[in-house]
C-alpha cells in the first residue's frame, strides 16, 4: 500500500477537504432551497461567495497589516 501512497494526490484531496470545511463554517452546511436545482444553485452560490471573500482578504488595498 506505501507503494502506491501517492502524495500528490493525497495532499489535492486533504486540500480540497479544508475548502469544504471553510465553507460549512462560514456559510452552513445545510441548504434551504427546496428542490434540487434550487439546492445546485445554493451551493454554487456558496462556492462564489467564499471565492469572493479569498479574493478580497488576498488584496492588498483591503489588508491590514
Do not use: A, D, I, P
Given at each position: 500500500m506505501a507503494?502506491?501512497?501517492d502524495k500528490t494526490v493525497?495532499?489535492?484531496m486533504n486540500l480540497i477537504?479544508?475548502?469544504?470545511?471553510?465553507v460549512k463554517?462560514?456559510?452552513g452546511g445545510f441548504?434551504?432551497?427546496?428542490g434540487f436545482r434550487n439546492q445546485v444553485k445554493e451551493i454554487?452560490?456558496?462556492c462564489i461567495a467564499?471565492?469572493?471573500d479569498r479574493f478580497l482578504?488576498?488584496?492588498s488595498i483591503l489588508r491590514v497589516d
Open positions: 507503494k502506491r501512497f493525497y495532499r489535492k477537504e479544508t475548502v469544504f470545511s471553510v463554517r462560514k456559510f441548504v434551504r432551497g427546496f454554487k452560490l456558496k467564499y471565492s469572493l482578504k488576498n488584496q
